[in-house]
């Protein structure tokens, strides 16, 4: 078994930088495959195993550097590097699936980014204090983002300002019990202490104000599918009938087409299907918008409203209409009661005498 060990390590010290790049990516992509709803109870214990795991892996890197030259390794080490960067790979793949599924590309960007971060972090962060830093920077940023889903899945059963403040105190009080633990092992210079809580107060400040500029997404909250229709009928089974124009054979993103052929006067159904957790109840908003040209500027024309309620898997559905579209670019977007957006339709209405090709489909 010491022979096998020492292969390994031996193969560690030569491709060190690669096995660390694989180490995140594959925790990456083995969460893209089974990341589930918010409220998927499996789910939530296999993130708060990733969390446990990693800080408590933190802890035990510096316990073990606190007792060796910072320079030194070995097998242990190896394998405690390789666990956390596994953990920091799976806990960003399924938080950028959560996040991602509200549609916002800002939001996708940042979780790519932190996956770029991390590989770089491996590379750069060589001294013991400078990886401390970074590593509890990585696990406070991915410890916010979980307690931003949680704490409305889980706690407060709503969204909203207050529920975000909420979820940050959360994260607070659980970084600051395991800063204890580090700082019991790692953290006794103050200058050092005083540097990795700086870190987490800026990524806490970080945080808030991309919140407030409506650049988080309305997590848990997320966009099923949203369409642009010609007509939506409900009917007594639950289901509804809509009649639309087909998107291009290549537009696969799609639902509806990006042209609205509108007869004068003839108005435009937005449908829009919002998963929410169980028991999580909050009103959303149907947003719509023209595009002035001369202003060149979106101009709010209406804004409704209808309550959803949580837990339906193919997401709560609901309609919105408007008449008297003028001819232009128009977007129907989907939001909540603050403003934050969870999806959008852009569609180009052109006005017509004719009758376009309609087809029907149930939703």
Known sequence: MRGFSEKLFVL???????????????????????????????????????????????????????HHRESEDSFEKLLMLLILQFCFGGLASNLFVLYGRSGTLAVNAL?????????????FFRGRYALLRFNVGVFYLLLLSYCVIAVPTFITHSIGRWEFLLSGLVSLGVVAIF????????????EERLSVFATVGGIFI????????????????????IGVYHSVLPRSSGDYVALYEKPGRFEVWRATAETFNAAPGEGAFCFSSVFAPADLKTPVYHRWEYYDEEAREWQTRSRISFPISGGRSEGYRGFSTKYSLS????????????GALIGRAAFTVVETVAPPALSTKTL
């Open 12 to 66: 560690w010290q030569k491709y060190e930088h690669h096995i660390g790049v694989a180490a995140i990516l594959a925790g990456f992509f083995f969460d893209l495959i089974i990341a589930d709803r918010p409220d998927s109870i499996p789910n939530n214990l296999l993130l708060l195993s990733y969390l446990f795991i990693a800080g408590a892996t933190i802890v035990l890197l510096n316990i073990r550097a606190s």
């Open 179 to 190: 800063l204890v633990a580090v700082s019991a092992v790692a953290l006794r210079d103050r």
């Open 327 to 338: 001819p232009g670019r128009w977007r129907c977007a989907v939001e909540t009661e603050e």
């Open 206 to 225: 970080a945080f808030n104000i991309l919140y407030f500029l409506n650049i988080i997404p309305p997590v848990p909250l997320s966009l099923k599918d």
């Open 111 to 123: 979780f790519v980014g932190l996956l770029g971060v991390l590989i770089l972090g491996n590379e």
